[in-house]
């Protein structure tokens, strides 16, 4: 590509999305680092003040990390097939066929053919979309809950004819109608020394120090390797989609699918590859969840997709927000597995303190009405804190729903999706 077509698709896609909107204040890397260290403040002070030390433990932390990749995976997924233009509502069809496959490989040659098998398994319902949404025109809603509904039935029925048929190899090795013969486990790895040492200072219950370490030992410590293919994955999408001419051509068919063919661009062509990997990353994060668990099994995926496009969103299509909420949802959903009825009982104190912040953000602003409906709802959260010792179960497991609804809430009125996105395009209208 000319360095003058460069410039002229910069143009396009730089010139669209901010194109009669004032330009929006980016945070600066010190600004971030400020927030981080606030919040690490705030999530030590409430420790200490509630007893619930699982806020800042290390298994807390390694639990979470675990729950995040899936769902950070499948978030990924949906901000490629999104900068092109494509809606991918399948997101979580696509994490079955990687589960379902990875499975299936798995028993038979190892976690490591699984992992790439799940990558195929969801990279071919990706492309069943793409054919769907960009050949045929079909609307990217109905396709997507399409290939949520298919690759349920087509997990379900397959699990039934290769792990439970009567006298298989499938079935005498442990398999059934609902789940795939056990793999082989693929090996985590530690900071040799850091582990010790951060595990060391987390148990002395320091203010901030041991908060630190714990959240730190926690991020070191048992990591799967697909962990640090994930993290390389968010790292490449970045420099992928916005430090190269493949990028820039791929993210102006999600903003102006007309101009970009009328710059030359095969529109067709980079929305096929977006959908393509979208469905491989799903399925890459679906493969993870079976060989967590070292097997396939029936419902493995849990609505995870749902909430990676969630994520997604609240991360407002960027691979950095999508990372950051990924691992607030991991955070909540491993809150499910420690027993996290004290924990979500701190945690609504530190939303009522979040919210009587934002209520006198708000005040500062000029919205008097938003910020006594912020102040009032801060002061029940509150009283709930005060007048009990923890929080149904139900509502622990249901945490990570309910944090998923308040971000997109939070967030709304900041995001800016593609603009062509999900809108449809035929071959041709730009000439």
């Excluded at 030590?44 to 509630?50: C, F, Q, V």
């Excluded at 960027?318 to 597995?337: E, K, Y």
């Amino acid at each position: 590509m000319s360095t003058s077509f460069t410039a002229a698709l910069a143009s396009l896609s730089g010139g669209l999305s901010g194109k009669n909107k004032p330009e929006r204040r980016k945070l600066s890397y010190p600004v971030v680092l400020l927030i981080i260290a606030g919040a690490l403040i705030l999530l030590s002070a409430l420790r200490m003040l509630t007893d619930a030390n699982d806020l800042t433990s290390s298994g807390q932390y390694s639990s979470a990390l675990g729950a995040a990749v899936p769902i950070g995976l499948a978030g990924l997924g949906g901000l490629w097939a999104e900068r092109a233009g494509v809606v991918n509502i399948g997101l979580e069809g696509m994490m079955m066929l990687g589960t379902f496959s990875a499975g299936w490989i798995g028993w038979q040659h190892g976690p490591w053919a699984a992992a790439l098998a799940g990558v195929i398994g969801g990279a071919l319902g990706g492309l069943v979309h793409a054919l769907a949404t960009v050949t045929f025109g079909v609307d990217h809603i109905i396709s997507g809950v399409a290939m949520n509904i298919l690759a349920l039935g087509v997990t379900q029925y397959l699990a039934k004819l290769w792990f439970g048929a009567e006298g298989s190899e499938a079935q005498q090795a442990g398999g059934n109608d609902k789940q795939s013969p056990v793999m082989e486990n693929m090996p985590n790895f530690s900071i040799p020394g850091l582990s010790d040492w951060l595990n060391d200072i987390e148990k002395h219950h320091w203010f901030l120090l041991s908060d630190l370490a714990g959240i730190l030992d926690g991020l070191v410590t048992d990591v799967s390797w697909l962990t640090i293919v994930a993290a390389l994955l968010f790292i490449g999408t970045f420099y992928v989609l916005w430090r190269t001419a493949f990028g820039l051509r791929l993210r102006s068919c999600g903003e102006s699918p007309v101009a970009a063919e009328s710059l030359g661009v095969n529109v067709y062509k980079y929305k096929y590859a977006a959908v393509v990997v979208s469905g491989a990353m799903a399925g890459l994060g679906g493969a993870f969840l079976a060989i967590g668990t070292h097997m396939y099994s029936d419902g493995q995926t849990g609505g995870r997709g749902y909430i990676g496009l969630a994520t997604m969103i609240s991360g407002n299509w960027r691979p950095g927000g999508v990372a950051m909420s990924a691992g607030l949802f991991g955070f909540m959903d491993s809150l499910q597995l420690r027993s996290g009825g004290p924990t979500v009982h701190a945690l609504l104190l530190l939303l009522a303190v979040l919210l009587v912040g934002l209520a006198l953000w708000r005040l500062r602003g000029g919205k008097p009405r938003a910020a006594i409906i912020s102040g009032a709802v801060g002061a029940a959260l509150v009283i709930w804190y005060a007048l009990t010792k923890t929080v149904p179960l139900e509502l622990v497991d249901a945490t990570p729903y309910v944090a998923t609804l308040l971000v997109l809430s939070f967030s709304a009125q900041r995001l800016r999706m593609p603009k062509a996105n999900g809108k449809p395009y035929l071959k041709g209208q730009g000439k």
